[in-house]
C-alpha cells in the first residue's frame, strides 16, 4: 500500500500565534517538533495499516520544517515547492492508494482558528468553490479527486475536520483543539500523537473508496482578494471573470485548470 501525507503546521496541537509558525522566530522550534512528531505518528498508523511505501510533502510556508532524520524508513520527503499546480500535493498520481492531511487548519474568512487562512493570508480574503467556502484541505482534495486517490484522514482544527467530514462523510478526522477567538484550546500534545496513530491505522484498514472526493460536472472558483490591486493584475489571466473590484471567478470542467487559476494569479 502506497500512501501520502501532506503536512501543514497551523492545524498542528498547541500552534496559537504566526511567530510559532514563522521559522526564523524563537517560538518556532517547538511546533517544528510538534508537526514532525504528527507526521511520524501517522506514518506508525500507516505502516501498521500495512503501508509500505509513504511519501509526504512538507507543505508549509518553506516546504523545510520536518525533521527528516525522525521518519521512518518507508518515507520519502518531498521539500521545497517544485512550482507545480498541485502544489500542496505535489507528486500525488493514481499510483497511491490513499492520502492524509495532516496539521490543516480552517478556511479564511472563517473562524475556528487564529490562523484561519486559504493558500496566502495577506493576498486571499476567502475563496469558495461552487458557492462553498474553499480551504487548502478542500482545494487539494478535489486535486487528489483527480487522480482517483481518495482523502481518507485528516487531523487539524475542530473547523476543518467539520468541514473535511461535509465534504467526504466516510473520512476520519481527529481535531486536536479549536480555536476560540484569538486563543486555542489544545488536546495534551502525546495524546493528539496518539489518536493520530489510531486515526490513520483506522482509516486505511478501512474501504478506502468510500472516501474519494465527489466528482462535478463544473467548477467555479472565485478569490476575494485582499486588495482590488491583486485582483486588477490577476484579471488578466485567460477567462477570468470580474466579480467585483476585489474578486474574480473563473469556471471550468476540468479541475486542474482550477489549480492552474488558482497558481498564476496568486
Ligand atoms: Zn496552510
Request: proline share 4%.
Amino acid at each position: 500500500m502506497k500512501v501520502y501525507f501532506s503536512v501543514d503546521i497551523e492545524g498542528v496541537t498547541g500552534l496559537t500565534h504566526w511567530d510559532e509558525a514563522t521559522q526564523s522566530h524563537a517560538d518556532y522550534p517547538q511546533f517544528q517538533r510538534q508537526m514532525t512528531a504528527e507526521v511520524v505518528a501517522a506514518c506508525q498508523g500507516a505502516l501498521a495499516a500495512g503501508a509500505d511505501e509513504i511519501w509526504i510533502k512538507d507543505a508549509h510556508a518553506t516546504g523545510r520544517n520536518i525533521l527528516a532524520g525522525e521518519l521512518p524508513p518507508e518515507a520519502r520527503l518531498i521539500r521545497g515547492w517544485s512550482g507545480s499546480p498541485m502544489s500542496m500535493v505535489q507528486e500525488l498520481d493514481d499510483s497511491f492508494d490513499a492520502i492524509g492531511f495532516i496539521g490543516y487548519h480552517s478556511a479564511a474568512a472563517s473562524g475556528g482558528n487564529p490562523l484561519a487562512h486559504t493558500m496566502s493570508s495577506s493576498k486571499i480574503a476567502e475563496m469558495r468553490l461552487n458557492g462553498d467556502r474553499m480551504s487548502e484541505f478542500m482545494l487539494h482534495g478535489y486535486a487528489a479527486r483527480l487522480h482517483g486517490v481518495p482523502t481518507v484522514f485528516l487531523s487539524g482544527d475542530e473547523w476543518i475536520c467539520a468541514h473535511a467530514r461535509t465534504l467526504v462523510p466516510a473520512i476520519e478526522t481527529v481535531a486536536v483543539k479549536t480555536g476560540v477567538g484569538d486563543s486555542v484550546i489544545s488536546l495534551q500534545p502525546d495524546l493528539a500523537l496518539s489518536r493520530i496513530r489510531e486515526g490513520v491505522k483506522h482509516a486505511l484498514s478501512g474501504h478506502l473508496q468510500d472516501c474519494l472526493f465527489p466528482a462535478r460536472d463544473r467548477y467555479r472558483i472565485e478569490i476575494r482578494f485582499t486588495t482590488a490591486t491583486r485582483a486588477y493584475r490577476a484579471s488578466f489571466y485567460p477567462g477570468a471573470i470580474p466579480v467585483d473590484d476585489v474578486t474574480l471567478g473563473f469556471e471550468h470542467t476540468d479541475y486542474f485548470e482550477i489549480l492552474r487559476f488558482v497558481h498564476f494569479v496568486l
